[in-house]
């Protein structure tokens, strides 16, 4: 499903380092690191938003730097923070990007009303996003990312915002992408969310790979920023 190789890329706080790693179809990858570590650049460059100095990215064989639509149309990204269009209401902002994705108004309807009920954003969803609440922007966000059913979708800190019921609310939805076949990598601080949700981690130190695995690999490893996330763990389990 996605395929990134020998990725070189650099920006002001954050470069990536020759990374190679695979998602496949259905699976959730989790990146983790510190906020330095490459791994939100790494979700800008996937998703196109910056360019890489060298390295290939595909989605289902398609090369993303090509910038074809093929493989533009199959990509959802959310990125951090998550962008709004202020003057628009949430609903508004919903149909805006549905059409932009060529989904019949029928469609569109039916998606909106879909995501609102999944993402329980409620009545808040036809309020004006510059007045709405944080969260609601967010959940508003979250909707536009998937509208459009993509094979592959980034999230940079999809609970960000979000009040107690996010991590499960936004696990609901993962899981409901992944049971379609999409792909999800989900770059995140919060190691109890991910650990629920991820098949994979791959764990990034100064835009290279530190280590990659399930997170029983993870845990049996003897790197010192593994026994510092397992001690992260520990403390969220008790």
Do not use: C, W
């Not at 570590?37 to 100095?53: D, R, T």
């Not at 269009?85 to 029928?106: F, K, R």
């Not at 996010?166 to 992408?177: A, T």
């Amino acid at each position: 499903m996605l395929k990134v190789q020998d990725l070189v890329a650099g920006a002001v706080t954050e470069r990536i380092d020759g990374l190679s790693f695979k998602v496949g179809t259905g699976e959730v990858l989790a990146v983790v690191g510190s906020s330095d570590s490459g791994k939100h650049l790494l979700g800008q460059v996937i998703a196109g938003v910056h360019q890489a100095i060298q390295g290939e990215v595909l989605i289902n064989h398609y090369r993303l730097n090509s910038i074809s639509d093929k493989a533009r149309i199959q990509l959802g990204y959310l990125p951090n923070p998550a962008p709004t269009e202020d003057s628009l209401t949430g609903y508004e902002l919903l149909d805006l990007i549905g059409s932009v994705y060529h989904l019949a108004p029928p469609a569109r309807s039916e998606r909106i009303q879909n995501l609102i009920e999944r993402l329980e954003i409620g009545p808040s969803v036809y309020s004006v996003l510059e007045a709405a609440p944080a969260q609601v922007r967010q959940k508003v966000a979250l909707g536009a990312t998937v509208i459009h059913r993509p094979k592959l979708v980034i999230l940079d800190e999809p609970t960000q915002m979000l009040d107690f019921n996010g991590p499960r609310i936004v696990g609901e939805l993962i899981k409901s992408l992944t049971a379609s076949s999409s792909s999800v990598l989900l770059i995140t601080d919060n190691l109890e969310f991910a650990q629920g949700l991820a098949d994979h981690f791959l764990v990034l130190s100064n835009g290279q790979k530190l280590i990659e695995g399930t997170m029983a690999q993870l845990l049996n490893q003897s790197h010192p920023h593994t026994r510092t996330l397992r001690g992260v763990l520990e403390a969220v389990g008790s």
